[in-house]
């Protein structure tokens, strides 16, 4: 399984970016993409969960309002849509999958994250 973001870079506070989860070298349809961050010196958070069989979508308190997560069933790509982004939000963000429709911090397979850097 490969997971490669795409889409990080810098923005100005205020401003929006759109991450992009694209997911291959799986056939099974019963998994969910989650979205984490880690900035420097804190914990990793997760920041939203999409399934991809039922459909059903979860955010952290901390972005609900302000991301949206979505998928492209057809090329099994999932999007992170970040709305009026603060320099609070600068991290590494990271897409991982695990099978079932729950994510969790144990996710079975993590991509190798796309920076993000908000300046004021």
């Known amino acids: 399984v490969q997971l490669v973001e795409s889409g990080g870079g810098l923005v100005q506070a205020g401003g929006s970016l759109r991450l992009s989860c694209a997911a291959s070298?799986?056939?099974?349809?019963?998994?969910?993409i989650g979205w984490f961050r880690q900035a420097p010196g804190k914990e990793r958070e997760g920041l939203s969960c999409?399934?991809?069989?039922?459909?059903?979508?979860d955010y952290a308190d901390s972005v609900k309002g302000r991301f949206t997560i979505a998928s492209d069933n057809a090329d099994n790509t999932v999007y992170l849509q970040m709305d009026s982004l603060n320099p609070e939000n600068t991290a590494v963000y990271y897409c991982?999958?695990?099978?079932?429709?729950?994510?969790?911090?144990?996710?079975?397979?993590w991509g190798k994250g796309t920076l993000v850097t908000v300046s004021s």
């Open positions: 999409i399934s991809h069989k039922y459909g059903t979508i």
């Open positions: 070298g799986f056939t099974y349809d019963d998994y969910a």
């Open positions: 991982a999958l695990v099978r079932g429709r729950v994510c969790t911090y144990s996710m079975d397979y």
